[in-house]
């Protein structure tokens, strides 16, 4: 105990010195994370957490910078240095981070994808809930959550939605030769609308829409809108078994 208490009487400044950096350090990662987030809800800069994390990171890379030297003698420049020698192998360690967060910067400074957006990538249809500083999160109706990095997002395909065009599902049919056109769109139309009725937006009626014949008839193609939380898929299903009823349909 004795040798205990010597010793913190011998670093009682040092140890005042680190304990006020750190929590200068913390409140300040609290007070910047919260006036970023108010800032990025008022501007047209996407609110994603990206740009919280590096701001943390920052603040906590110069916190560390300050105590090396006044509490353990270790000379920032020397770590520096040794980062400097180092760079190379650290570079090809970490490229695919570092193009992860270059390619989050871009895709959110050049306003070409925001939290909220509906977007469609490679086939997958969802929201986007937010933009780390390595990866994009999108959700899908169905619940399911993708995690996307960034430099992949970067490169591949990618189309924004309406609301509309996102929760769109569309049904292909053919009607059996000489069957009345409009007597056939009018009851596709009641039947989907009755069936789909509780998983559909009743904002927006099914639509029917005859593109072409073929030997089996009059091809057709019926587009419906899913209700928030509704998968595609269901309601296609839902659709399906609905015309499968009906005698001139096939």
């Given amino acids: 105990m004795d040798t205990l208490l010597d010793w913190l009487k011998a ?15 913390f409140a300040a990662t609290k007070v910047v994370s919260r006036w970023l987030k108010k800032l990025l809800n008022h501007s047209g ?45 650290i570079s090809l360690g970490l490229k695919d981070t570092i193009a992860n967060i270059i390619s989050g910067f871009g895709l959110m400074i050049g306003h070409v994808i925001h939290p909220g957006d509906h977007v ?12 780390t500083w390595r990866q994009t999160v999108v959700r899908e109706r169905n619940g399911n959550q993708l995690i996307i990095p960034n430099s992949v997002l970067n490169t591949s395909s990618l189309e924004r939605l309406t609301r ?74 839902c659709a399906v078994r609905a015309l499968a009823k009906e005698d001139f349909i096939i």
Avoid: Y
């Fill in 11 to 25: 670093h009682d400044s040092r140890i005042a010195f680190l304990i006020i950096v750190l929590a200068v350090a």
């Fill in 45 to 89: 800069i996407p609110n994603a957490s990206i740009f919280v994390n590096l701001s943390l990171v920052a603040i906590w890379t110069i916190a560390v910078a300050m105590v090396l030297q006044p509490v353990f003698g270790i000379n920032p420049t020397t770590i520096v240095t040794a980062l400097g020698v180092g760079g190379v192998a």
């Fill in 120 to 131: 469609r990538i490679q086939n997958i249809t969802g929201t986007v809930e937010d933009i």
């Fill in 164 to 237: 509309e065009g996102e929760a769109c599902v569309s049904v292909a049919f053919a009607v059996k030769p000489g069957t009345d056109i409009k007597m056939a769109a009018k009851r596709i139309a009641s039947v989907l609308k009755t069936a789909t009725a509780n998983i559909t937006d009743r904002r927006n009626p099914p639509q029917i829409n005859f593109t072409g014949f073929s030997p089996d008839g009059v091809q057709g193609e019926a587009l419906l809108f899913a209700n928030t939380g509704i998968s595609q898929d269901r309601v296609r299903d």
